[in-house]
């Protein structure tokens, strides 16, 4: 192993490490917040978005997706709502007038979540949901209704048979077998996957699907991508499909997931992240740790504490990526065989008509 350099000078390292006064200082971006998690910093636990303060009617009005929703939730309101009244009358206030605020924020800082591996997942969910509603011919957004959970079941084994994917089949740790491949590959249009979804809904209903198939799976690309992005065209991409869905299927339900990507997710990445697609802000790497994070937990960290199982945890998961002991790892020399093909050529041209530079 390389004998290690401390070197005796302030100055900046790699990747947001730099070394001040004999200490290693680490850039923390948070970016990483789940709703749960959104929702108990900045205080707005019954809020249907944590970026804007729109209701759940405003959210579902072609007026504002034409106007857009400005990313107007801001920790200083929630404190300020605070400080006019006091707790209990505020509390009693209905919920529209709080901006859906149920306790005192505990951050001081805007929660701006990235979230774009879970914008895949729930996004897909969503326009799944939308297909058995379709296929078991109710219009009224009621995911737990008999006849859609039965059009659920039977499209779910049709998938599996004909194009071999496992979609929103339940796991034992509480999540369905949807991954994030999955979600593209399907929103790709591999192996026919339209097709076999929708084999027996209305024949009317299929290329209003496939529309917004195509334009959900291009944005999706666009947030879960590193490309630098034409944000204005983006822009229009978003509310024209976020349009197309309310005028076509009034009776579905807007999700949190789906109003977060249609209306927020170019401003985040034009603002926020230099008009770069969402990649490096991604929780993707963080979840494929969720594992190792169970078996730590278990057997190889205190139980003394909380705080002590915490530390724990996480001491052992930084030795995972510490750079002298990753060098050390052995790494298979096996290529993954690239014959997957991550394109179709209907999307591509979207896509490639929004991204201004490519950068794989
Ligand atoms: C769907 O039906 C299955 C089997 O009948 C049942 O176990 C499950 O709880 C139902 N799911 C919902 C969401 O109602
Ligand atoms: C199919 O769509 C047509 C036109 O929208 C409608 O008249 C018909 O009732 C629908 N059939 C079913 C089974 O939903
Ligand atoms: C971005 O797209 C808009 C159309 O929405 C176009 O007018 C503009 O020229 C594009 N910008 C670049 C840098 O290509
Ligand atoms: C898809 O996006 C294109 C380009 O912005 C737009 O012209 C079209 O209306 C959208 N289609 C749907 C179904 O939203
Ligand atoms: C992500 O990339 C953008 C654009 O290159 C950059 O501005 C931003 O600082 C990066 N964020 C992180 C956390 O690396
Ligand atoms: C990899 O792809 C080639 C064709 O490009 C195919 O012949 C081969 O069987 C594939 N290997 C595996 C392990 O899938
Ligand atoms: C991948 O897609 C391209 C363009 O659509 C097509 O020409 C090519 O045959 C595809 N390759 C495979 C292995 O499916």
Known sequence: MDKIVIPQTDQILVNGLSLIGGHVQVDIVRSLFDTKMAGLLDGAGGASCHLCTASDEEIK?????????????????????????????????????????????????????????????????????????????????????????????????????????????????????????????CFLDKRDFLKWATSSINLSDKPLLEKIQTNLSVVLRLVNSGNLINCSKMEELCKETYEYILVQFPWANITPSLHKLLSHSFKIIGEYNNGRGLQNLSEECSEACNKFVRRYRENLARKTSFCDNVRDILVRLLCCSDPLLVQNRFTSTKTRNSSANDTNSLQDILYNSIVLENDN
């Open 61 to 185: 009005s072609i007026d504002w997706v034409r106007s857009g929703f400005p990313i107007n939730r801001l920790i200083s309101d929630a404190w300020q709502l605070f400080d006019d009244v006091n707790e209990d009358d505020f509390l009693k206030l209905p919920s529209k007038q709080r901006l859906g605020i149920t306790h005192k924020s505990t951050s001081d800082i805007n929660i701006i979540a990235a979230s774009p591996l879970h914008a895949y997942l729930c996004v897909f969910r969503w326009y799944m949901l939308l297909i058995y509603h379709l296929d078991a011919g109710h219009k009224v957004w009621s995911p737990s209704n008999d006849k859609v959970n039965a059009s659920m079941r039977r499209i779910r084994a049709i998938l599996l048979e004909k194009c071999s994917f496992s979609v929103d089949i339940p796991s034992s740790q509480g999540g369905t077998s949807t991954t994030r491949n999955i979600a593209r590959d």
